[in-house]
């Protein structure tokens, strides 16, 4: 297998004429769509990058078809890392075409997930499965997924479809993180399943926010696949009063 990175610039012109009063911007956008599938054998992949440095230049990645690190069933997968910035910046991994026969999801078979952003991330009607195999030496399987985001996060699961999040070890997701404007919202049952699940919304300890809210909706946690037993380890913090 081999490891991919797709890369991408947000690119700003000065105004065409005197009557233009911003700058013109283009580029910066990523997408994986019309149920593509990218399989890296083992590699890691990472998209959003800047062309040029390891610094976000993707403003937006949007993904709709499947992402597939997996590799030999006693091995441990390649990890996938999404980055994005600037203004407007935006992850997206949603099923939009449902009738393409393509499943929305990541997999990576032990690899870590992870996703960093200065804007929003939404997840929709998708899974993000970060479990290795049952084969693998339990003291390996120590996988991690991670959503860390300035802006809101959304997790979204349609009637009949099926939003899930699943991790060996970890799962952790933090929007607002640098200015504590960001909430974290549930819709319908996504499932979160991990040994130890964090939400967290805000600036953190010692910042100045109070506006960060968790929503919780019908969503479930769990600790194994097919499992109804809650995660060993659950933690929520939000900068708003718990109502």
Do not use: C, K
């Not at 440095?53 to 993707?58: D, E, F």
């Not at 200015?179 to 699940?197: H, Q, S, V």
């Not at 919780?216 to 995660?231: I, N």
């Amino acid at each position: 297998g081999g490891s991919l990175s797709m890369r991408a610039t947000r690119t700003e012109f000065a105004p065409l004429s005197s009557v233009d009063t911003d700058p013109i911007t283009a580029g910066g956008r990523i997408e994986i769509g019309g149920g593509a599938s990218i399989v890296s054998d083992g590699g890691f992949v990472e998209i959003g990058l800047n062309t040029a440095s390891s610094a976000a230049g993707a403003n937006q990645v949007v993904i709709n078809g499947r992402i597939d690190t997996s590799w030999e069933i006693d091995r441990t997968g390649g990890s996938v890392y999404l980055e994005t910035g600037g203004e407007g910046a935006s992850v997206t991994i949603a099923d939009t075409s449902p009738g393409d026969g393509v499943a929305t999801q990541i997999f990576t078979q032990g690899g870590l997930i992870l996703s960093v952003g200065s804007g929003s991330f939404r997840l929709e009607d998708a899974v993000l499965d970060a479990r290795s195999h049952a084969s693998l030496d339990p003291d390996l399987a120590l996988s991690d997924v991670g959503i860390i985001h300035a802006g809101d996060v959304n997790l979204v699961e349609s009637a009949g479809a099926e939003t899930r999040v699943v991790a060996d070890t970890a799962i952790r997701i933090t929007p607002g993180l640098q200015d504590g404007t960001g909430n974290l919202t549930f819709t319908g049952a996504p499932e979160l399943i991990a040994e130890e699940i964090r939400l967290e919304v805000g600036d953190g300890h010692g910042g100045e926010s109070t506006a960060g809210t968790i929503d919780l909706g019908a969503a479930e946690f769990h600790d194994h696949p097919g499992a109804t037993t809650s995660p060993l380890r659950f933690s929520l913090l939000q900068e708003a009063e718990l109502a």
